[in-house]
């Protein structure tokens, strides 16, 4: 298998981990256009559908995160020692530091250091990402001896196993009932959550069913293991015919879902407005372990892995945005959330704003695309600042 290569990087690695961090950016871009006042808000019909678009079309962004390192990294090429204390340097050193910047500058600072002791800031609810990370990275360590040794065929079958557990969350929609007949799970923090359904195995006492160890972010791991693994250069054709029929069916479970759950709630009616369970129980689709997503992330592997271009662009931009692109992640709401604020107190609201029907996509585009240069500018300058630049972004 022919994998261009320059200074050790995998290029369209390079070029996959740049694209979604503008992919995550974009996600929350949209954001504001579906969650406001007490958690959920959708001014109107037309909002609906542009969130839904722009959210749906790179809701695949987490998952080519953990497809990356898992590509890189997995199984291990040293000790479990020395990987994990290469990951505590790169990871939670920066992850420390963003996160007392965001308790310091969002909300009551002695509250949020308090908090943090049990779980991330909900106000920098994206560090969310880093938990879940840490948790991938414990794992690989006892999974390298078998991944070293797997066959194709195996394989196949726990990827197929995983393949169907991104079913369950539609399944658990449906079984459940929906919305109305969802009870309402207050915890500590006052985030609520829909009850789940059991399913398996599942009950009172017992959350760990027959497929939750095989289910969610793990699939991607095994994902990026089988695409170094066993899929070979294909061409553009016979890429082409896999990646766009997985893609468009990915994306109509996500962008459909989405919808359906707004208009059942909303009766047709605007603005829609609730709880944040609201907006969660609207996100069912979207979830990172669902099938839409799933199919979109396969998608995007096959069609990145035809990237070649390693030239200039690739040597003076995106190569450094690349290297730092775990500290875009980590501060880029910082960046993006007033440059949102200003979009749109300059362009307006909705369908009554200055470019009518189109205000609300110009503000996501626009704002994404400022806060991820702003964000990929800071980023890049602070990881050239000797001896400490590492500890900052990673």
């Keep these: 298998m022919t994998q261009l290569k320059t200074d050790n990087r995998v290029v369209w690695v390079d ?43 790179v809701r695949a962004c987490v998952p080519l995160f953990i497809v990356a390192s898992s590509y890189l990294q997995f199984p291990l090429h040293y000790s479990s020692g020395e990987f994990l204390r290469r990951r505590a340097v790169r990871v939670l050193v920066p992850f420390l530091l963003w996160s007392a910047v965001y308790a310091l500058a969002w909300g009551e600072p002695v509250e949020n250091f308090k908090n943090l002791l049990l779980n991330f800031n909900y106000a920098a609810g994206h560090l969310w990402f880093v938990y879940m990370l840490v948790g991938v990275y414990l794992l690989m360590p006892l999974l390298s001896p078998w991944a070293e040794r797997v066959g194709k065929r195996e394989l196949q079958v726990y990827l197929g196993i995983w393949a169907f557990t991104t079913l369950i969350p539609i399944i658990r929609d449906v079984v459940s009932g929906g919305f109305e007949n969802l009870e309402v799970i207050y915890g ?52 082409l015919v896999i990646a766009i029929p997985s893609y468009l069916a990915g994306f109509a479970v996500v962008f459909g879902g989405f919808l359906r759950r707004v208009f059942e709630m909303s009766q047709g009616e605007f603005p829609v407005t609730g709880l944040v369970e609201k907006a969660m129980w609207w996100e069912t ?110």
């Design 15 to 57: 070029w996959m981990r740049v694209v979604a961090c503008f992919m995550v950016i974009l996600v929350h871009s949209t954001e504001p256009f579906y969650l406001g006042g007490e958690g959920a808000q959708i001014l109107t019909l037309a909002d609906a559908y542009w969130s839904s678009f722009f959210d749906s079309v």
């Design 188 to 239: 500590v923090s006052g985030l609520p959550r829909q009850a789940i359904f059991p399913l398996w195995g599942e009950c009172a006492w017992n959350a760990y069913g027959t497929f939750y160890y095989i289910s969610g972010f793990i699939g991607y791991l095994l994902l990026g293991l089988y695409f170094r693994r066993f899929v070979c250069e294909l061409s553009w054709k016979r890429t």
């Design 285 to 394: 689709t979207w979830c990172n372990d669902t099938v839409g997503v799933a199919l979109m992330t396969v998608a995007w592997i096959l069609i990145f892995k035809k990237i070649k271009c390693s030239g200039d662009f690739y040597q003076k931009v995106l190569l450094p945005v690349s290297k730092a692109s775990y500290g875009i992640y980590l501060l880029h709401l910082l960046v993006l959330v007033p440059i949102s604020g200003a979009m749109r107190e300059w362009l307006g609201v909705g369908a009554d704003g200055c470019l009518g029907v189109w205000t609300t996509p110009v503000q996501i585009v626009v704002s994404a695309l400022l806060g991820f240069v702003a964000s990929a500018l800071i980023a890049v300058v602070a990881q050239k600042i000797p001896k400490i630049g590492k500890y900052i972004v990673g």
